[in-house]
């Protein structure tokens, strides 16, 4: 069944600026208006100023002024299909809570999962 945040994380992923680990990734985020918005990893030759795909996604809706977030996916060319990694987990989760998770691959595997599964024990503003 075509999912169009599925198909616009792998739109966007065609942007990606991944010169140095060739590892291209697309990422998209639902508000809940159902507007989508869509990122790429963004790589610089400093190294650890690479910006991933998915934090590219959810601060363009934040600046759109975008503010709940229902789903996210996440695409990248891989047969194990590509989680976000562990900051990207920290900064969906002070957005989006507990949403809903697609991960999927270009050969159209794809695999749904909360982010509470994937984050557990989330550090996060009720601590503060
Ligand atoms: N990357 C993402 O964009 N999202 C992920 O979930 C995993 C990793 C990017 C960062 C870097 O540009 C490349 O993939 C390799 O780590």
């Known amino acids: 069944?075509?999912?169009?945040?599925?198909d616009a994380?792998?739109?966007?992923?065609?942007?990606?600026?991944?010169?140095?680990s060739k590892f291209r990734v697309g990422a998209a985020v639902e508000d809940a208006d159902g507007r989508i918005?869509?990122?790429c990893n963004v790589e610089n030759a400093t190294y650890g100023l690479t910006v991933c795909a998915e934090r590219?996604?959810?601060?363009?809706?934040?600046?759109e002024g975008?503010?709940?977030?229902v789903?996210?996916?996440?695409?990248?060319d891989t047969e194990t299909l590509t989680p976000p990694c562990g900051?990207?987990?920290?900064?969906?989760?002070?957005?989006c809570g507990d949403v809903e998770v697609v991960m999927s691959n270009l050969a159209g595997k794809t695999e749904t999962v909360r982010l509470g599964t994937l984050f557990p024990r989330a550090f996060d503003g009720s601590f503060l």
Request: glycine share 2%.
């Open 37 to 39: 918005h869509t990122g």
């Open 87 to 95: 900051a990207c987990r920290q900064i969906l989760w002070e957005f």
């Open 56 to 63: 590219v996604a959810i601060f363009k809706a934040i600046s």
């Open 66 to 69: 975008a503010r709940r977030f």
């Open 71 to 76: 789903r996210v996916a996440v695409v990248a």
């Open 9 to 20: 994380a792998i739109h966007v992923r065609n942007n990606a600026h991944a010169p140095y």
């Open 1 to 6: 069944m075509p999912d169009r945040l599925i």
